[in-house]
């Protein structure tokens, strides 16, 4: 009996060709340029995805959110064009579903999150029709916008699902950004706003709850707390919700609908011996080493960090995960620490943005000299033009600079 030959082998395997990773792959050639790296991605199209909140609302267009993978894969860095089938953490390997395996010095997982649309009955056969639109996925995001675009009257439903999923912030994105546009088109009046979450509160961290309050207020919107949807009828424009930790079920009519469906890791990393009881990558949370494999790195939205899934967060992981990767293959001890940032712009209208910096345990934390509750222009035009050519320019080229943020004082 032979063994089985390897495909390929590297200093380093990233698997996923995200934020993250991309990240990962470019911060280590600037500072390893020897070692040979591999990044496994099966899509010819990488998004800019903070940017989908804003096409929904008509601020930006789907094309300026799209580029071709290949043409941001760093220099020096292999690209497989393929999906992972399985880890062998045990023999340093990965095997891809064209049955090759590749074998690696040390792996770095960042496959993103996986958004569960079948786990709502119906979504499926009426998702970007019959007023059914979402920004959690490239088309919908487009449909989204010809909805708030044409909407005239009646019920805008809105809901937001179990955590975790990436970016919490953005099921209320859209309905701020969709009311303030029937405000501003004069129509808001004849609109029955409803926003129906999962949750028991309408943001994780306490501190901004206020502002956002202020603004549900202001558009009129009607939030019902602990509903989670699990069915919809697009033909008989029926949303069902399930009362979290109940049997109780409530059906409530829509004329719109926005849906964030549930998430969880990729079902390759939830059957993986890399996953935790919950099926998330089980890493370390601030060295982002994994718990049992020390070979093995990981970061972004498939872990099991208790911080915001965020582009913000990965921009802080990505140095200490490169710079833990580079202690470990030299033997020496890992210093890189990551303190759970992350940041969340709530675009509570046009022109203006609620900044939400925060790390572990809810900690608010601000970059800026200003008071982040309250909408701000300044954090809009960040949010619309900076983010998005910091994310092109500089993260993805692994040359994002280093913003320091520091702890707020909030009894003050």
């Known amino acids: 009996m032979t063994d089985t030959p390897y495909a390929d082998r590297y200093s380093v395997v990233i698997v996923g ?29 990488h998004a800019y995805q903070p940017g989908w909140t804003l ?25 497989i064009r393929d999906r992972v089938r399985s880890f062998q953490p045990d023999a340093m390997t990965v095997t891809l579903e064209n049955g090759s395996v590749v074998e690696y010095r040390r792996l770095v997982v960042c496959p993103g999150i996986q958004l569960n649309w079948d786990a709502i009955d119906g979504l499926k056969e009426t998702l970007g029709r019959n007023g059914v639109a979402s920004n959690y996925y490239r ?13 005239s009257g009646g019920t805008a439903l809105f809901t937001q699902p179990v955590m975790p999923i990436k970016c919490a912030g953005a099921p209320q994105k859209a309905v701020y950004l969709s009311c303030d546009h029937w405000r501003r088109e004069g129509v808001l009046h004849r609109v029955k706003p409803q926003f129906c979450t999962a949750g028991v509160r309408l943001f994780g961290v306490a501190y901004y709850v206020p502002s956002l309050q202020k603004m549900i207020d202001y558009y009129g919107v009607e939030v019902a ?3 989670n949807l699990i069915a919809v009828n697009g033909q008989k424009k029926e949303a069902t919700f399930q009362i979290v930790g109940t049997d109780q079920t409530v059906v409530r009519p829509f004329d719109m609908l926005h849906v964030v469906p549930p998430q969880s890791a990729p079902d390759f990393v939830r059957s993986s011996p890399l996953a935790d009881e919950a099926g998330w990558l089980d890493i370390d949370p601030v060295t982002m080493q994994h718990k049992k494999y020390a070979t093995i790195f990981g970061l972004g939205d498939a872990t099991n960090t208790p911080n915001a899934k965020t582009a913000a967060a ?26 759970g940032y992350g940041a969340c712009p709530l675009t ?31 954090a809009w035009n960040f949010k619309t033009r900076i983010f998005p050519r910091l994310y092109w320019y500089g993260m993805l080229k692994g040359i994002d600079p280093k913003v320091s943020h520091k702890l707020v004082d909030t009894n003050s």
């Not at 991309?22 to 050639?29: E, I």
């Not at 609302?57 to 220099?75: F, R, Y």
């Not at 990965?314 to 490169?322: K, Y």
């Not at 943005?353 to 909408?375: C, H, I, M, N």
């Open 17 to 45: 060709g995200g934020a993250a990773g991309l990240s990962v792959a470019a911060r280590l050639r600037r500072a390893r340029p020897e070692l040979t790296i591999a990044v496994i991605e099966p899509s010819a199209t």
């Open 55 to 79: 096409v929904g609302a008509g601020v930006m267009s789907l094309a300026d959110t799209l580029k071709q993978e290949g043409g941001l894969i760093p220099q020096g860095v292999t690209w």
């Open 139 to 151: 088309d919908g995001a487009a449909y989204m916008w010809e909805c708030v675009r044409t909407f």
């Open 225 to 227: 707390y602990k509903e």
């Open 314 to 339: 990965v921009r802080e992981q990505a140095p200490v995960v490169v710079k833990n990767l580079i202690s470990s293959l030299s033997g020496e001890p890992l210093e890189g620490a990551y303190d």
């Open 348 to 378: 509570v209208s046009y022109g203006h943005v609620v900044l939400a910096e925060f790390t572990y345990g809810g900690k608010v934390v601000s970059s800026l000299r200003f008071d982040q509750r309250k909408p701000s222009r300044f």
